[in-house]
């Protein structure tokens, strides 16, 4: 293993923040960084990315030009990513020369849904029934092994319900399989929950860890809707949500925001469904109804300075528009609360454009962890 470039001292003010990614968590992080004195030099294929329309430097490139990102690289005091699809080499090389967090080998894990599923397992904490599947044949025997239905993924690059399928047979698993073009995949069990919910929490350089309370999401075809603060997670449920995201975050020796994605069933267990390396589109809301948002939080872990409160202040709803739904810009811009647009030209369907929160007096203050 080559060396590994580590932060000796936090990044003072006026330090500059890599980011590879320029999408809208991309966006939020150097809004974050800005407002505490950092600079950001964001690194996107995509000429405009909403980043680029915020951040001081911004670099147009691919991530497999490692030349390029070694060139990004050395402008900046530490290197982060908005983006679980950063190929982990490209992590690697970085971290030769420049403190990159989270680590490769956290991104690695996470990127690939099977190796996820089984480091989850491996720590004792639950997930739906899972098997790995290549081939038709293959295909054909896990659908008995999850019991009869289940949800086809790719194992890699998928995101907002992307390289995604039903099946509730062995002939639809095998044609399945045959429309991914044999590519690596998982089956998974179908899971009859009772709702979805996830969990947003931070790890510090020093192992320091701070969760902020898990909010009940809302999914619309695969994409997240809503999420709710709080939610129906039971203070018991809430405490097991942090201590599933201290497990994961310890063992991965991570450094930065991370979310868990969980399906809770009808009998209360709560199941790992997958772990973003990265701020999460569940935790918007903590822009506004925390101290110290997920964005903040994640800058400020992998500048190396102290955590901030996770408390949360106030009850919220988060809300996500989605595609066309931009266009009535005007509606939204009457909702009271904080509306968020993210400088996307194109309209795409499912597109995240921008979200809004709405904020009520806090219900049920939660303990802090
Ligand atoms: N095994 C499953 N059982 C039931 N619903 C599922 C299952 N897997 C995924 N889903 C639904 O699809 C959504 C997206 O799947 P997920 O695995 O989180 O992929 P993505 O990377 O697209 O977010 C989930 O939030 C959930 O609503
Ligand atoms: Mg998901």
Same mark, same amino acid.
Request: contains cysteine; hydrophobic residues 40%.
């Given at each position: 293993?080559?060396?590994?470039k580590?932060?000796?001292?936090?990044? %003072?003010?006026g330090?500059?923040i890599?980011?590879?990614?320029?999408?809208?968590?991309?966006?939020?992080?150097?809004?974050?960084?800005?407002?505490?004195?950092?600079?950001?030099?964001?690194?996107?294929?995509?000429?405009?990315?909403?980043?680029?329309?915020v951040?001081?430097?911004?670099?147009?490139?691919?991530?497999?030009?490692?030349?390029?990102?070694?060139?990004?690289?050395?402008?900046?005091?530490?290197?982060?990513?908005?983006?679980?699809?950063?190929?982990?080499?490209?992590?690697?090389?970085?971290?030769?020369?420049t403190?990159?967090?989270?680590?490769?080998?956290?991104?690695?894990?996470?990127?690939?849904?099977?190796?996820?599923?089984?480091?989850?397992?491996?720590?004792g904490?639950?997930?739906?029934?899972?098997?790995?599947?290549?081939?038709?044949?293959?295909?054909?025997?896990?659908v008995?092994?999850?019991?009869?239905?289940?949800?086809?993924?790719?194992?890699?690059?998928?995101?907002?319900?992307?390289?995604?399928?039903?099946?509730?047979?062995?002939?639809?698993?095998?044609?399945?399989?045959?429309?991914?073009?044999? %590519?690596?995949?998982?089956?998974?069990?179908?899971?009859?929950?009772?709702?979805?919910?996830?969990?947003?929490? %931070?790890?510090?350089?020093?192992?320091?860890?701070?969760?902020?309370?898990?909010?009940?999401?809302?999914?619309?075809n695969?994409?997240?809707?809503?999420?709710?603060?709080?939610?129906?997670?039971?203070?018991a449920?809430?405490?097991?949500?942090?201590s599933?995201?201290?497990?994961?975050?310890?063992?991965?020796d991570?450094v930065g925001?991370?979310?868990v994605?969980?399906?809770?069933?009808?009998?209360?267990?709560?199941?790992?469904?997958?772990?973003?390396?990265?701020?999460?589109?569940?935790?918007?809301?903590?822009?506004?109804?925390c101290?110290?948002?997920?964005?903040?939080?994640?800058?400020?872990?992998?500048?190396?300075?102290?955590l901030?409160?996770?408390?949360?202040?106030?009850?919220?709803?988060?809300?996500?528009?989605?595609?066309?739904?931009?266009?009535?810009w005007?509606?939204?811009s009457?909702?009271?609360?904080?509306?968020?647009?993210?400088?996307?030209?194109?309209?795409?369907?499912?597109?995240?454009?921008?979200?809004?929160?709405?904020?009520?007096?806090?219900?049920?203050?939660?303990?802090?962890?």
């Open positions: 293993m080559s060396q590994i580590k932060l000796t001292a936090p990044v %003072a003010p330090g500059t890599g980011i590879l990614g320029g999408g809208q968590l991309g966006r939020m992080l150097a809004l974050a960084a800005a407002r505490l004195g950092l600079k950001t030099h964001v690194y996107c294929h995509d000429p405009k990315a909403p980043a680029f329309q951040c001081d430097h911004h670099t147009v490139g691919e991530f497999d030009d490692l030349a390029a990102v070694a060139r990004f690289a050395g402008t900046c005091d530490v290197v982060t990513f908005e983006f679980e699809n950063v190929p982990a080499a490209t992590v690697e090389h970085v971290a030769r020369s403190p990159i967090s989270p680590n490769a080998a956290a991104l690695r894990i996470t990127q690939d849904r099977f190796e996820e599923k089984g480091f989850v397992d491996s720590l904490l639950r997930t739906a029934i899972f098997a790995e599947v290549n081939t038709e044949v293959g295909a054909r025997a896990a008995k092994l999850v019991g009869g239905s289940g949800v086809m993924k790719t194992r890699r690059m998928g995101y907002d319900g992307k390289g995604q399928t039903r099946v509730t047979s062995a002939d639809e698993a095998a044609s399945t399989i045959k429309s991914f073009n044999y %590519a690596p995949s998982i089956l998974e069990a179908f899971v009859d929950f009772s709702y979805e919910a996830s969990v947003v929490a %931070a790890r510090g350089t020093d192992g320091s860890f701070a969760a902020y309370d898990p909010p009940e999401n809302i999914h619309e695969h994409i997240l809707r809503r999420s709710l603060v709080p939610g129906r997670l039971t203070e449920q809430a405490t097991e949500a942090k599933i995201a201290r497990t994961i975050s310890q063992t991965l991570y925001v991370l979310a994605e969980l399906f809770v069933c009808r009998d209360g267990t709560l199941l790992v469904n997958e772990i973003a390396p990265r701020v999460h589109n569940s935790g918007h809301w903590t822009l506004e109804a101290a110290v948002s997920q964005f903040e939080q994640h800058i400020r872990a992998v500048a190396g300075w102290p901030g409160d996770p408390a949360r202040h106030a009850d919220a709803v988060m809300t996500n528009i989605l595609g066309e739904e931009a266009a009535d005007r509606v939204f009457k909702v009271p609360g904080a509306l968020h647009l993210y400088g996307k030209s194109e309209m795409r369907p499912g597109r995240k454009m921008g979200h809004f929160t709405t904020l009520t007096p806090l219900t049920k203050a939660r303990s802090r962890q």
